[in-house]
């Protein structure tokens, strides 16, 4: 299902399309700026998006921004994730297991 005219088309560039998935995910991180973007359908653009995505890290950029589009409103105090602070260990963590994932995902895409 395709949402724009046929004049409009995908951006060819996979940096730029990061870029744009990436600024969707700042705005993800203040409570105003997740209900606007629920609010004007932006997880089923980008559920479309990464159906028809093929680079790895556009599409790792993708699955973040649906994440949290999905995910549960953090509790009272936490609504702004710029301002959350993550221990040490869990951000070692969470680094190790991105970066695996997009090692994952450049050996199933070589395939």
């Known amino acids: 299902m395709e949402y724009l005219p046929q004049e409009h088309q995908r951006e060819e560039e996979p940096e730029i399309r990061k870029m744009l998935l990436e600024t969707l995910l700042l ?47 953090p509790e009272a105090g936490l609504e702004n994730l710029l301002e959350v602070t993550i221990p040490e260990e869990l951000e070692r963590r969470l680094a190790r297991l991105d970066t695996e994932g997009q090692g994952q995902q450049g050996t199933a895409s070589a395939r």
Request: charge should be negative.
């Open 27 to 73: 705005l993800t991180a203040t409570k105003g700026g997740r209900i606007q973007m629920r609010s004007q359908g932006c997880y089923v653009v980008l559920r479309e998006l990464h159906s028809w995505e093929q680079e790895p890290q556009v599409l790792n950029t993708c699955e973040k921004v649906i994440q949290v589009l999905i995910g549960d409103e």
